[in-house]
């Protein structure tokens, strides 16, 4: 959860509260969506580790054969920041959305984004929070 730091309100470091899951089920269910359908595996085990959040663990026959690279290929595919380690973050899409991440869009985060981030994590309710968000974004 260490990782939503910089735009939840309610909670920081390891703890958790209701408002944090959805943040939680937000990326499940993006990421479930690219694993299933982009990538055809079948099943994945969802498990919270507490701190660090939720893990997917990918137990098709097929993803436990896969390679290291292979294995890295797919973060790389799932992952939408750069920077980290002394570097701020920023949203990198590459500058066309890719279909997945329109999928993801339209079908899981703006409906999530306007029913419970807005209203119940206030990510852009004051001058402050609005930075932190705007800070993700490139050239903004």
């Known amino acids: 959860m260490t990782d939503y730091d910089a735009v939840r309100i309610c909670c920081k470091g390891g703890n958790v509260c209701n408002s944090c899951w959805v943040w939680m089920r937000i990326a499940q269910l993006v990421l479930h969506r690219a694993l299933?359908?982009?990538?055809?595996?079948?099943?994945?085990?969802w498990v919270y580790s507490g701190r660090r959040g939720?893990?997917?663990w990918v137990c098709d026959a097929r993803a436990r054969r896969l390679s290291n690279d292979a294995?890295?290929?797919?973060?790389n595919y799932l992952s939408v920041l750069s920077g980290g380690d002394g570097k701020?973050?920023?949203?990198?899409?590459?500058?066309?959305?890719?279909?997945?991440?329109?999928r993801a869009f339209v079908s899981v985060l703006e409906p999530y984004f306007e029913e419970y981030i807005l209203p119940e994590q206030g990510v852009l309710a004051s001058p402050e929070s609005?930075?932190?968000?705007?800070?993700y974004i490139p050239h903004a």
């Open 36 to 45: 299933t359908e982009d990538f055809g595996f079948k099943h994945v085990l």
């Open 54 to 56: 939720l893990h997917g």
């Open 71 to 75: 294995r890295e290929a797919i973060v």
């Open 88 to 102: 701020k973050r920023k949203v990198d899409v590459g500058g066309r959305l890719h279909p997945s991440l329109k």
């Open 130 to 135: 609005t930075s932190e968000v705007l800070a």
